[in-house]
């Protein structure tokens, strides 16, 4: 994972982590540790604006969510039905050039 942020390891022969290190090393695992934290408040922060979503308009959100099943699974029985039709009518116009 650290070299996904670009650090290339450090060179223990400068004396690694003292003032005389410049290799970066220690500014990228810094960094990505800051990252890491910054993704997981977000992350804290999603899930709280979620739970106050569904206390405050659960209700809502679940009539919405029945609507657009109800539309997916209608559009579904729409497009079987349009397949079947479509087979029925290859087989007719097949039968016609049959004979």
């Known amino acids: 994972m650290e070299e996904e ?3 290339k390891g450090c ?3 400068h004396n690694h982590g003292s003032e005389q290190c410049h290799c ?3 500014e990228d695992k810094m960094w990505m540790l800051m990252h890491i934290a910054k993704k997981a408040k977000m992350e804290i922060i999603k899930e709280k604006v979620k739970k106050k979503l ?5 209700k809502q959100f679940d009539e919405v969510a029945d609507m657009i099943v109800e539309a997916m ?5 729409m497009m079987k039905g349009m397949i ?3 087979k029925e009518m290859q087989e007719r116009f097949e039968a016609i050039f049959a004979d």
């Open 84 to 86: 079947k039709k479509k």
């Open 73 to 77: 699974l209608g559009k579904h029985d």
């Open 5 to 7: 942020y670009g650090n």
């Open 24 to 26: 970066g090393a220690h």
């Open 54 to 58: 569904e206390a405050a308009e659960g």
């Open 11 to 13: 060179n223990e022969e």
